[in-house]
């Protein structure tokens, strides 16, 4: 069974951890405990290699790469994170394995490891095109060669359109899921009463969001914001926003929990599907405030498949696996369901 993520710690050493330290002046002298603001944040020690991405924050120096690397991969899929919480599920990539074997046309192929990169969209075109990224000290060789490489791309329409002119994509990818809008994120309990967005600068929250790298869902958040309650209202509202905090790793799903857990903003702001998947992981931690009319500002994602692909069979099988049951899996994990339409419609990438 594939799990959740694999931390490769013994291969890093700019994986950083939360820490108290105790500092002793001498005997006559009280021993003093210092709490950390945050976790250490090592040096990276190597040389950085221009034009690869590169992920040194602390919140995971190895962030969703589920498998084994260093193992032949039986199928590799690289995807935006947002939907993590359902592709790498006992429904989706803990399921495929045995589906396979039940079924005469795919029982011989070994697929025990399944490898599934799940970061920001830019983050996916970027260690494609570049051909690597590096992780602390250690940079994972993303090519054919090494086998690291995707068999599938999934995303949006700009992402896939970038791989397709590059030449990664087939030309045409297959819609399979669809947001239901943002929500608001706050601390357990919701201490500044925050019930929707005009609260958010009343009270003086500080707001966490996607990082500036993440551009596009940073203006989608902006136009849905401005039509829900104007421009001026909207403006006070992301006026208190935290741009950055010590080891900021530049991840959504990473981030923004992770500010609002250890104080560096008060609520924050992404889909509404994320935010119900951190307050179903962390209870003690996290509520979800719904944002009245957010609904109408979902989002789709697409299935790309590789042109001449390392693992045509596995891909295919996948495909069909996938698609089989995603549109009844997705809505268990509060993403909207699709209509007959929309569910597996064509997209063209050129």
């Not at 592709?87 to 025990?112: C, H, M, N, R, T």
């Not at 010590?246 to 250890?262: L, S």
């Amino acid at each position: 069974m594939i799990t959740r993520r694999v931390f490769l710690r013994s291969a890093l050493s700019a994986v950083a951890v939360g820490s108290q330290q105790t500092e002793t002046a001498g005997a006559a002298e009280q021993t003093t405990v210092q709490r950390s603001p945050g976790p250490l944040v090592w040096p990276v020690v190597t040389r950085q290699q221009p034009g690869i991405p590169s992920i040194d924050g602390h919140t995971d120096t190895v962030p969703d790469i589920v498998g084994k690397i260093g193992t032949p991969a039986s199928l590799v899929i690289f995807t935006e994170g947002n939907h993590l919480m359902v592709l790498l599920s006992e429904d989706i990539v803990g399921a495929f394995p045995s589906w396979a074997k039940s079924q005469s046309q795919y029982a011989d192929l070994d697929l025990e490891n399944v490898v599934v990169v799940t970061v920001p969209q830019p983050l996916v075109v970027q260690m494609i095109r570049s051909g690597g990224i590096a992780l602390g000290n250690l940079t994972l060789d993303v090519s054919r060669k090494s086998g690291f490489y995707p068999d599938i791309v999934m995303g949006g329409l700009d992402p896939l359109q970038q791989l397709r002119k590059w030449g990664v994509l087939e030309s045409q990818a297959r819609f399979f899921s669809k947001n239901r809008g943002p929500a608001l994120l706050v601390r357990k309990g919701n201490p500044l009463g925050i019930h929707g967005l005009i609260d958010v600068a009343r009270s003086g929250a500080r707001l966490a969001q996607s990082d500036v790298a993440e551009a596009g869902s940073r203006a989608r958040y902006r136009a849905a914001v401005d039509e829900l309650i104007g421009k001026s209202a909207a403006d006070a509202f992301f006026a208190t926003e935290v741009e950055h905090f010590p080891g900021r790793i530049g991840i959504t799903h990473r981030d923004v929990p992770e500010m609002i857990a250890r104080g560096y903003a008060d609520v924050g702001i992404t889909q509404y599907h994320l935010i119900s998947y951190w307050t179903r992981i962390f209870p003690n931690h996290f509520e979800l405030v719904p944002i009245a009319g957010g609904e109408r500002f979902f989002v789709k994602i697409a299935f790309g498949r590789v042109i001449d692909p390392l693992r045509p069979r596995a891909l295919k099988a996948f495909e069909e696996f996938f698609f089989s049951r995603a549109r009844d899996v997705y809505p268990r994990y509060d993403l909207a369901r699709m209509s007959d339409e929309e569910y597996g419609a064509a997209l063209a990438l050129e």
